[in-house]
């Protein structure tokens, strides 16, 4: 950091410092506290305990001081509530240094990772339990959807996505290279909606369906398909995927994404266990994936309401024959890296 011009160092203090609310507290050998500044009354400090000791205002503090080593550095610590920070203890010959840092976004990133994660994890368990062929009407009574196995009306967004062949590609890229490429980007698209917790509900070679707000979750039904519908749309901007022969034959998903009341359940007897849905949202979304260009993804009035911050990645559109759906929206372009 020495080497690097005074404008850099300052430029990278302020981006480090920036929504951390820094404070400092400086300390006699003893503990107590000689002076400090900063965002004191964001850490109930203001006003500052002088001559005080730091752990009857610090409660982690306690038993700290002296320190055996050179520095000491506390993570993720809640001395309240609704306060989340890092503290830094800095010996110099002496006295000590308290810097305290807000880490309350990074806690809360953490947690909606956690969050995701958690999920993810459910999706996963329940669509193998769904989809398994040895599935009795009591194991698929499953914990992890809230929806009756043998029926049930729910409300559900539904994303359709398809994968449409370049102009050509059908008759000049070898058929192995093609279907194999053609399974890879299903299954990479398959994976994308079952990490926003969608379940799925069709699988075929060129199409991929799945079904949200089926698994418990915080987030509204259509914000995650249309989450899951906008990190596809990103995943496939940089290009078309592939290399060699089938580089550029597969063009990236179009995506279809709508809202409503749909029937689903558990079918019995050969395909006990498997997810089947029926309903309007379906079809609608069946209409605006074919309507959709490669990499574009259309939604219709319900999923864009309830869509939340998402809403600035769209914009109105006039989608020709599709009156059935009404207001049509689109994602905004990709700005490729």
């Known amino acids: 950091?020495?080497?690097?011009p005074?404008?850099?160092?300052?430029?990278l203090c302020r981006r480090a410092l920036a929504h951390r609310?820094?404070?400092?507290?400086?300390?006699?050998?003893?503990?107590?506290?000689?002076d400090g500044g900063g965002h004191l009354a964001h850490y109930d400090l203001d006003p500052l305990a002088v001559n005080q000791p730091v752990s009857a205002v610090l409660d982690f503090m306690e038993g700290i001081l002296p320190l055996e080593d050179d520095a000491c550095h506390l993570g993720c610590l809640q001395p309240q509530a609704d306060v989340c920070l890092d503290a830094h203890i800095i010996p110099d010959e002496k006295a000590y240094w308290l810097l305290l840092l807000d880490t309350r976004e990074e806690e809360r990133q953490r947690r909606a990772m956690q969050q995701k994660a958690?999920?993810?994890?459910?999706?996963?368990?329940?669509?193998?339990?769904l989809l398994t062929t040895e599935a009795s009407p009591a194991a698929a009574r499953l914990p992890t959807v809230n929806f009756d196995p043998q029926g049930d009306r729910k409300q559900v967004s539904v994303l359709v996505a398809g994968l449409r062949l370049a102009a050509g590609a059908a008759r000049d890229t070898p058929p192995a290279a093609l279907l194999d490429q053609l399974a890879r980007r299903g299954r990479k698209v398959a994976a994308g909606l079952q990490a926003?917790?969608?379940?799925?509900?069709?699988?075929?070679?060129?199409?991929?369906?799945?079904?949200?707000?089926?698994?418990?979750?915080?987030?509204?039904s259509s914000e995650q398909a249309l989450a899951a519908a906008l990190n596809l749309q990103?995943?496939?901007?940089?290009?078309?995927?592939?290399?060699g022969p089938?580089?550029?034959?597969?063009?990236?998903p179009a995506i279809g994404v709508t809202t409503g009341m749909a029937v689903v359940g558990l079918e019995a007897g050969s395909d006990a266990g498997r997810l089947h849905a029926i309903g309007p949202p379906l079809q609608a979304a069946s209409r605006l994936m074919r309507s959709a260009q490669p990499g574009q993804v259309l939604t219709d009035v319900s999923s864009f309401t309830a869509s939340g911050d998402l809403q600035v990645r769209f914009e109105p559109i006039?989608?020709?024959?599709?009156?059935?759906?009404?207001?049509?929206?689109?994602?905004r372009r990709v700005r490729r890296p």
């Open 118 to 129: 958690n999920e993810l994890a459910l999706v996963r368990e329940a669509q193998a339990r």
């Open 21 to 34: 609310q820094p404070v400092y507290l400086h300390l006699d050998r003893t503990g107590n506290i000689r």
């Open 6 to 11: 005074p404008i850099i160092r300052d430029y």
């Open 246 to 252: 089938v580089a550029g034959s597969i063009l990236p």
């Open 234 to 243: 990103r995943d496939f901007s940089s290009g078309h995927h592939g290399h």
């Open 1 to 4: 950091m020495t080497d690097l």
């Open 196 to 220: 926003e917790a969608g379940l799925l509900h069709a699988h075929t070679s060129t199409t991929v369906i799945a079904i949200f707000g089926l698994v418990p979750t915080q987030a509204d």
């Open 318 to 331: 006039t989608a020709e024959g599709d009156k059935h759906t009404g207001p049509v929206y689109v994602s």
